[in-house]
């Protein structure tokens, strides 16, 4: 059984000039230990999909299954035990972080919530967590502004694993950090891994970074998943147009110029094109593109894609 | 053609005798507090440049002293000289007739650089009216070349628009079409696709450099970003704590990097070219952080660096040339 299944999730924004649909039926498992990455540019869906997970927003449709219970309708107040199991890093721990809470209290709190030990056995783990993460026990009583960029990521990384968590989804967890210090926080990242059994959602936007730190990919594309398949074989044989596109427009700096991708602007979620989502912006769209929407289909070697012509 | 003395280009004399722009020992201060340490390097006509470093190097402030636009409390000493004549003597409606005509600025976000409550195109035409002495009619039909220019499908409508009508991507074009209205000779670009998506980076990247060609600009790109720093750069300088540690060949310098910071950053960066995966190892990371570098003696990457010796920490090391062209800041440096 999977840790996490969702099945065809939607989440839809209500907003004065129409539906924004962020998320737009998507399923998909992840297993225990795994590490899961969701790739995809502006209004893919990405960020919605990861906080409908946790039910920091609603979804429109569709299910969740958390360790095979199905949380999709679970009263907010019934939520807390899949709270302690299924966490988050944020992008900007600077904004996720209370700036009035020192680092004692921002650990310790979760604890409480949950009604964890008591004051000296909370205080043991916040020390040990901290020292797991790389910062000293002087951190304790000092407040989020007077660490770095990478120490304040690294006490959003200690806050989500407090409460020892299965399931950890990082949204964005290294975009707002320098490349030396992005280094440090992915290899952080893997040794909780393995260190606590953990499994990731990890979503970003770096396809470097995702091929890197992921055992399985899905790529989306504004609120659809057009691609999924392990990471190894999707670099080995990617199918879908738009991934392709994608793997193309990554500057490297070994590379040479390459001919430019993709044409066009990215559509906004509010206004989706009918047919397959991305045939505007497709090289390879026909008529069919034009008028239906291709669903997932198996491509072989766990890969699947949602493509009429690839 | 035919002429032997016809296939030494043009421009490759006053290349030798006149940048562009020249910046010589340039030092930026905020209270006590250094921000650039004594930068020098040249932009010739027509040529990229990238200054490249991480949060902390000193690239923005460097771009922000050339422009004359550095924030308040900001001192700054040195020479930068534009076309051969030195900036800090230009009186200041000189220095901003210089901005905005003979160089031309755009930012990372654009959409904090527009106005919000006019529409593009009458931005781009009080652009062009503050420089060059044209007629309304005039000045509206240039905005749509321009417009037109940068790429943006139907510039009359789009003249229409206000900038939270378009997308980021868009944005970012009407930012270049203001930046070059004036035909510049040198374009100032601080970061400006990191606010992009990778898609439309691609777009705007090659439009750049599209222009640079047509219109025959030289660029200076700020970036912390390796891979368009090798994609689009004729060359770059890798900065770190207010330095130059290593200029050279992009190509060159990414293949065979020879300045420990420079290995360092290349290192920590998982690639999409090799097959590195956490599962097999983790990634080479920098220990510490720049803030280590504040109130050293010497080499400012030194209690960071894994080949530092005690001399790193007595005296700054001088920008050596070495014999491909090479500049680097480290004495243990060597090319074989």
Redesign the interface.
Known sequence: MPLLSITDLSTHFRLPDGALRALDGVSLEVEAGE?LGIVG??GCGKSTLGKTILRLVEPTAGAIAFDGDDITALPTGKLAPYRRRAQMVFQDPFASLNPRHTVAKILGDPLKVHGIGGLHERRRRVEDMLRRVGLGPDALDRYPHEF???QRQRIGIARALILEPDLVICDEPVSAL???????T??LL??MKADLGLSYIFIS?D???V???T?RVVVMYLGRIVESAP??GL?ARPLHPYTR???A??????????A????G??P?PQDIPRGCRFHPRCPLATDLCRSSEPELRDAGDGQSIACHHA | MSHPALSIPAFAVPHAITPLLEVQDLQVHFGSKPAVRGISFTVHEGETLALVG??GSGKSMTALSVMGLLPDGGRASGTIRFAGRDTSTLSPAARRALRGGEIGMIFQEPMTSLNPVMTIGAQIVEALRQHQPLSRTAAKARALELIDLVRIPDPKRRFQDYPHQL????RQRVMIAMAVACGPRLLIADEPTTAL???????V??LLDRLRRDLSMAVLLIT?????????ADRVAVMYAGRKVEEGD??AL??LPLHPYTQ???R??????D?????QG??????G???SAAGQDGCAFAPRCPQAVAACRAAVPSLRILESGRKVACPLAHQD
């Open positions: 590490t540019e502006s770095s960029g990478g320098d490349l030396s210090i992005q280094a440090q992915l290899n893997a040794r936007h396809l470097s970074v091929r890197y730190f055992d990471t190894r670099w596109a994608l793997m427009s990554v500057p490297d700096p070994a590379q040479g110029r390459i430019l991708p993709l044409k602007d990215l906004s | 991480e949060s997308s980021g991507g868009m998506d990778v898609t439309i980076q691609a777009q990247l090659e912390h970003d390796l891979g368009v720093v090798g994609q689009w992009p190509s990414f293949a360092g950053l290349l920590a960066s998982p690639r999409l070219d097959a590195q995966h956490y599962t983790p990634l080479t990371e920098i220990p952080s720049i803030a």
